[in-house]
């Protein structure tokens, strides 16, 4: 018995690039989503060849390479230029054509915007194939590493500390030269004057890092935030679970329940807690439903903010999102607590576990964030019964128990009803939401961004969602169906024009600030709003 024998490397053959891909390669349905697009209105840059110049590649042979590479875990410009020689599909997929890494990369930095329109298209795709249910979504956020290191995210505790280090550090080179200079009589003056030399070297350095620490309070002084990042200035430095901290974009995604699409997607700098009502209210524009339909929002207790909740159920959406279970107080009894005093809305007043009446005078107070701006208004209720109370040990300390009461609170409290009434509904939520993420930080590996700004970061995760999308897609259909689906859909690009109108007067004043003395007044307008 003998090995099975390859072929002879000498040996030629006839075969075209058709022959080598099989009829049921994923690859086809790359092929023809890309071919089926109009990436001019899609707001895709060079889709017009000039008469003059070199002749650049069809912005369509640069999407379907970007779609292949994320699909098999391939980012990287560098690495996918040499895919481009040497695997069979993306010869097949690109005729054989091999654009540059810097060409590649080009093309992902200069089209954010109309990245985030093909995936709002898709949605539009999904839809029309009846993989959306359009009642219930999950909403959730996840963390993906900045191109910023921790080093270089700095904050007023941080640029404090290095100060100080400067100053005490200066403040012991000067002590040091001060004895140098009362020994000067009785050791080697060469020895000394080297010893001066490097104190001195080592003054010198200092006073640049003093310099450098000016800038960057100067920088911090001039942001309304609490932290800057001197890499990616657009990048946060963000908790990701418990202690451990990473600068990072904190991205938001809403998934449709039925077969866990993701119908919307947004990278974003800012924390779960203002994030509920705009990532619900652009997934219901993204599955087209009218103002008045309802839609059902599942979140994790992140999201538990009355403001938000508020303008969500304004907008005819229906909350479930997990409330915080209120923090007990060592001297207050459990049934002492603020959610055991009942209120009353016609009388404006609660009652307490022991019979009294709590009462407010009307006034509202302003609660104030983090960065100083109003959060929310709140009214505060006492009553003069706590003096003789016989249970005023078990309530308060205070001479008076003092319940305050937000202007949202009818949204809060009609939303942790809504998840006690309905404790099913909300258990779904993990399995909804979670399973994006899982497989695109697990399987896939995508745990950072690549990109640098908040725009072309956002656009890169609206390609990752939408590469999600895709392949769960033909998972679903299976190949035949899909491909069949797509050659039926019609695309309708009237839900994103005006955004990419917007998109592609900021991309003309952004490259070419010539232009900018031509336009009028209205275009400018347009362009910075």
């Known amino acids: 018995m003998e090995y099975i024998q390859g072929n002879n490397r000498r040996q030629s053959y006839f075969s075209s690039l058709e022959e080598q891909?099989?009829?049921?390669?994923?690859?086809?349905?790359?092929?023809?989503?890309?071919?089926?697009?109009?990436?001019?209105?899609?707001?895709?840059?060079?889709?017009?060849?000039?008469?003059?110049?070199?002749?650049?590649?069809?912005?369509?042979?640069?999407?379907?390479?970007?779609?292949?590479?994320?699909?098999?875990?391939?980012?990287?410009?560098?690495?996918?230029?040499?895919?481009?020689?040497?695997?069979?599909?993306?010869?097949?997929?690109l005729q054989n054509l091999a654009p540059n890494y810097h060409t590649i990369a080009d093309f992902r930095k200069k089209h954010p915007l109309a990245l985030c329109n093909m995936f709002r298209l898709y949605v539009q795709f999904l839809s029309e194939s009846g993989l959306l249910g359009k009642s219930t979504i999950a909403i959730d956020g996840s963390k993906f590493k900045a191109v910023n290191s921790k080093k270089n995210n700095y904050n007023q505790k941080k640029i404090d500390k290095h100060q100080q280090f400067i100053k005490e550090k200066a403040e012991s080179y000067l002590r040091q030269l001060d004895e140098l200079d009362q020994q000067e009589h009785h050791h080697d003056k060469e020895d000394l004057l080297l010893k001066k030399e490097k104190i001195n070297e080592g003054l010198a350095k200092l006073k640049e890092r003093a310099i450098k620490y000016d800038l960057l309070q100067q920088q911090l002084d001039d942001t309304t935030d609490r932290q800057i990042s001197t890499t990616d200035p657009d990048s946060r430095s963000i908790i990701i679970?418990?202690?451990?901290?990473?600068?990072?974009?904190?991205?938001?995604?809403?998934?449709?329940?039925?077969?866990?699409?993701?119908?919307?997607?947004?990278?974003?700098?800012?924390?779960?807690?203002?994030?509920?009502?705009?990532?619900?209210?652009?997934?219901?524009?993204?599955?087209?439903?009218?103002?008045?339909?309802?839609?059902?929002?599942?979140a994790d207790k992140g999201y538990h903010t009355g403001a938000e909740l508020h303008q969500c159920q304004q907008d005819n959406m229906i909350t479930h999102v997990a409330y915080k279970e209120q923090p007990g107080v060592k001297h207050i009894a459990q049934e002492y607590l603020s959610e055991s005093f009942d209120y009353d809305p016609a009388s404006d007043s609660y009652t307490c576990p022991a019979g009294a009446v709590l009462t407010s005078l009307g006034t509202w107070h302003n609660k104030n964030g983090d960065a100083g701006e109003t959060s929310y208004r709140f009214k505060t209720y006492r009553t003069n019964a706590c003096k003789t109370c016989s249970l005023k040990h078990q309530c308060t300390k205070l001479p008076k128990r003092i319940i305050h009461r937000s202007e949202y609170q009818d949204a809060v409290d009609i939303n942790d009803n809504n998840i006690k009434q309905n404790p099913h509904y909300y258990k779904r939520r993990q399995a909804i939401?979670?399973?994006?993420?899982?497989?695109?930080?697990?399987?896939?590996?995508?745990?950072?961004?690549?990109?640098?700004?908040?725009?072309?970061?956002?656009?890169e995760m609206n390609l990752i969602m939408f590469c999600y999308n895709f392949l769960r897609t033909k998972n679903i259909l299976g190949f035949d169906k899909m491909l069949k689906a797509i050659k039926k859909w019609k695309p309708n690009y009237d839900k994103i024009v005006c955004t990419v109108k917007k998109g592609l007067i900021k991309l003309i004043c952004d490259t070419n600030a010539a232009l900018l003395n031509l336009l009028s007044p209205r275009l400018l307008y347009m362009k910075d709003h």
Request: charged share 20%.
């Open 21 to 93: 891909v099989a009829p049921d390669n994923p690859v086809r349905l790359i092929d023809a989503f890309i071919d089926k697009l109009n990436l001019t209105q899609l707001g895709f840059a060079n889709t017009l060849l000039q008469p003059q110049g070199r002749p650049p590649f069809a912005p369509q042979v640069l999407l379907k390479l970007y779609l292949y590479g994320y699909l098999n875990k391939l980012r990287s410009s560098r690495k996918l230029e040499k895919e481009c020689l040497r695997n069979i599909e993306l010869r097949w997929l």
């Open 241 to 298: 679970v418990k202690s451990i901290v990473e600068v990072a974009y904190n991205t938001q995604n809403a998934v449709d329940d039925k077969h866990n699409l993701i119908v919307h997607t947004q990278a974003t700098n800012i924390n779960d807690g203002k994030a509920l009502h705009q990532a619900a209210t652009q997934a219901k524009q993204n599955l087209q439903l009218k103002p008045t339909d309802p839609l059902m929002v599942l």
């Open 433 to 459: 939401c979670e399973h994006p993420f899982g497989s695109i930080k697990r399987h896939w590996g995508f745990t950072h961004t690549l990109l640098k700004g908040l725009e072309k970061v956002n656009g």
